[in-house]
């Protein structure tokens, strides 16, 4: 628990009102969007500069404080949140949005901007951003570069890693690194950003981003493809990545999420029929893409129907069966996020045997499938569990890491994971890991309880 000291230097780096040390004001950083980690915070600081960022870091090291960075507190595995009386690092007023080069395609991003802004930032530059999730109105540049974020165009444009251009961020050991000047070609050693990018604000605190945009597709079309088995329509989003070339996304989804998004939503039905499996498939091109998608889903094998959005209205319904999924479940109490990868090959069986490897360790349980089908990438979702009872969570990892597949697709390893990292990474991948930390966050403040597993690594 740091003493009044800390907090008086604190409070001096950053002026009075941004310093949080009421109960009422720190609560709603304490807790993560799920209500599954539930923390405790002695102050949150709100620096508005890199440097104060740079000052606060120093401040917490010479007290021996640890900091949790935070920034649109969307994440999904525990590592935004004080878990262990850290001091609650916000970086939501870094929120600076440099104007887009419209010859480069770039911009400059604050780690405090949310994601839409820069979509929009980018839209109206004649620009596009390759990113899009459904947090985009609360999470931010800084939380999707230190999660190496992924969401709904991996297929097309890649995670946060292959946006990033450049950081700027302050490390564990007080050095302020800055590297924006968004050279395409830049081989002058190690990639700090891919480094940063998915730390989890373990090593540093990412202040700043140079993205790279994508252009723009004119014209788009979305699609739901209803399937009466689950099988054919998660093997027909990897058919439609070789057969359909301007696929932008293609998510996949059930009938029990989608009758419980339904309920919630208060939606109508998408088909006459209910069906097995959905497939929602959105294609983007400079020329229209629906022949050619119409083309790539008659040749699916066990289609069952089809809608095609008519209009833009129409394919954000569309889209709403598949991205409420998220807030549907949240409505049945915490649930247990397991997010993985399988390979292509690997996914359809894994959907399939993912219910009862839940079942045999909670048979209350409730569980629910939707994501990325043709990345590989699967939420799994389980409800009715206690959120400290991680024996699915060990059930769904263990079978993930079993078939060849990662423990974390795209959320991170945060708290929730970090038991179960090695069943991805070998001993000799842990050492560099902990020598990284040991190397960048000598002393070991910076969210010292994510990521590694077991306690924090011993100094040489
Ligand atoms: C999504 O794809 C997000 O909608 C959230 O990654 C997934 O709620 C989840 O488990
Ligand atoms: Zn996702």
Partial sequence: ????????????????????????????????WTGRFCGAT???????????????????????????????????????????????LSLRRLDELGAVDPVAGQVTAGAGVILAEVQRAAAAAGWAYGIDMASRDSATVGGTVA???????VLRYGDTRAQLLGVEAVLGTGAVVSHLGGLLKDNTGYHLPSLLCGSEGTLGVVTAARL???????????????????????????????????????????????????????????????????????????????????????????????????GTRRAAELWRYREAHTEAIHTLG??????????????????????????ARAPNA??????????????????????????????VLTLAAARGGSISAEHGIGVAKRRWLAANRSPAELETFAGLKRALDPDGVLNPHVLLPGPLPARP
């Fill in 366 to 395: 409730r569980c629910w499938l939707f994501g990325h089908a043709a990345d590989g990438n699967v939420h799994v979702n389980v409800t009715g569990v206690p959120v400290d009872d991680d024996a699915v969570d060990d059930a």
């Fill in 334 to 359: 915490p649930p247990h996020k397991l997010d993985v990868t399988l390979p292509q090959d690997e996914l359809a069986r894994f959907v399939a045997d993912v219910p009862g490897a839940v079942a």
């Fill in 212 to 310: 790279r945009l994508v252009p723009p597709a004119a014209a788009r079309v979305v699609a739901l493809v209803a399937f009466d088995e689950v099988a054919p329509a998660i093997r027909a989003a990897g058919r439609l990545r070789r057969d359909l070339p301007p696929l932008d996304a293609a998510e996949f989804f059930l009938a029990d999420g989608l009758a419980l998004v339904r309920e919630v939503t208060g939606a109508a039905a998408p088909f006459e029929a209910d069906h097995a499996a959905y497939l929602l498939v959105e294609a983007a091109a400079a020329a229209d893409p629906t022949d050619a998608l119409g083309a790539a889903v008659a040749s699916l094998d066990g289609v069952a129907d089809v809608a095609v959005a008519a």
């Fill in 1 to 32: 628990m740091p003493g009044p000291e800390l907090l008086d230097e604190l409070r001096a780096v950053v002026g009075p009102s941004h310093l949080l040390v009421d109960a009422d004001l720190v609560a709603g950083y304490a807790v993560d």
């Fill in 42 to 88: 002695p102050a949150v600081v709100r620096p508005g500069t890199t440097d104060e960022v740079a000052d606060v870091l120093a401040a917490c090291r010479r007290h021996g404080a640890a900091l949790t960075p935070q920034g649109g507190n969307t994440g999904l595995v525990g590592g935004g949140v004080p878990l262990h009386g850290e001091v609650v």
């Fill in 147 to 153: 999660t190496n974020a992924g969401g709904l165009r």
